[in-house]
Nanobody
Framework: QVHLVESGGGLVRPGGSLRLSCEAS????????MNWYRQAPGKQRELVAS??????INYAGSVKGRCTVSRDNAQKLYLQMNSLTPEDTAVYYC??????????????WGQGTQVTVSS
């Protein structure tokens, strides 16, 4: 079974930067979207950034202009985050949506990495 592992989270001061990474345990086929989600306590899970074969197709309004999602040839997913604020504090999850069959999608999820923005 494919496992996704996030890394790069931690404690950062407001205005700081960090880069999250997501690495899969094996090469995957049929990838349609590579996404970053986040969830803060008491809040709904939200999509932070989404990447398709053509590149990034969506950023949450709260992070647009501060974040960049990308991937490399080894299917490693990244989220560069700049100008961080306490509102960015959340658990960040890597998600990969892949095509099982025509019009049928499946999901892989990582366990999440904690990002805390605090003075």
């Amino acid at each position: 079974q494919v496992h996704l592992v996030e890394s790069g989270g931690g404690l950062v001061r407001p205005g700081g930067s960090l880069r999250l990474s997501c690495e899969a345990s094996e090469w995957m086929f049929g990838i349609r979207f590579m996404n970053w989600y986040r969830q803060a306590p008491g809040k709904q899970r939200e999509l932070v950034a989404s990447l398709s074969d053509d590149g990034p197709i969506n950023y949450a309004g709260s992070v647009k202009g501060r974040c960049t999602v990308s991937r490399d040839n080894a299917q490693k997913l990244y989220l560069q985050m700049n100008s961080l604020t306490p509102e960015d504090t959340a658990v960040y999850y890597c998600n990969i949506r892949y095509e099982i069959g025509l019009g049928v999608l499946g999901d892989y999820w990582g366990q999440g990495t904690q990002v805390t923005v605090s003075s």
